[in-house]
């Protein structure tokens, strides 16, 4: 069971250019969620899903989409990145919508915008 | 609005020492409770977690106590090893919009000195 994939691992992006992060889980979760991490910041939510069909903006969603065609995949698109964009983002998933339900994370992607 | 704090990194202990993260919070309602912890290279994974006020979450000899009366949460363990190097997140889960949403701390970098 590989829980929460994401590719690429790394990626160096050029200003401007879109870019697809993706991310796919074979837990069955309904909910999933974008988040990125700046150092001294913490995790900070971009996007989520309760479920497939459904979408919503987290803190810092400016900049960013998201779509849930099915339940397995999430992928997160920057339409024209920007330097501030530099940063890791971790994919993530739960298995509904009560509050004290863990999130598994995937293994991230480090993304940098010059 | 929910905000989670803690203490700032690093922090670096030699090995069998006594650790303790301070982690406050704010908070409308009844939070669940949360650390997280990142090793090097990886996404965040649940350490533990607590639901209600008084509840003692535990694992790999860690431990986290919900004060409520103090809306603290702070994780200790007796005796560190090398291997607890790591990111330590606090953080909290009000469900929001039918998503369990939570809110991270900016996270404490341990380091264990052999």
């Known amino acids: 069971i590989a829980g929460i994939t994401q590719a690429p691992t790394s990626q160096i992006l050029a200003a401007g250019r879109r870019m697809t992060l993706r991310c796919t889980q074979d837990m069955r979760h309904n909910a999933m969620y974008w988040y990125r991490q700046d150092l001294g910041l913490g995790l900070r939510l971009i996007h989520y899903?309760?479920?497939?069909?459904?979408?919503g903006k987290g803190e810092v969603p400016d900049g960013y989409s998201v779509s849930r065609a099915n339940t397995d995949d999430f992928p997160l698109t920057l339409a024209s990145a920007v330097p501030s964009q530099t940063s890791v983002y971790f994919c993530?998933?739960?298995?509904?919508?009560?509050?004290?339900?863990?999130?598994?994370f995937g293994p991230g992607t480090r993304l940098t915008v010059l | 609005g929910n905000s989670v704090t803690q203490m700032e990194g690093p922090v670096t202990l030699s090995e069998e020492a006594f650790l303790t993260i301070n982690c406050t919070y704010t908070a409308t309602g009844y939070p669940s409770l949360f650390w997280y912890v990142q090793y090097p290279g990886e996404g965040l994974q649940l350490l533990l977690k607590?639901?209600?006020?008084?509840d003692k979450g535990s694992n790999k000899g860690f431990e986290a106590t919900y004060r409520k009366e103090t809306t603290s949460f702070h994780l200790e363990k007796g005796s560190v090893q090398v291997s607890d190097s790591a990111v330590y997140f606090c953080a909290l889960s009000e469900g929001y919009s039918s998503a369990s949403k939570i809110i991270f701390g900016s996270g404490t970098r341990l380091s264990i000195r052999p």
């Open positions: 993530a998933s739960s298995d509904g919508a009560r509050q004290d339900n863990e999130q598994f």
């Open positions: 899903s309760n479920t497939a069909g459904t979408t």
């Open positions: 607590a639901t209600k006020a008084d």
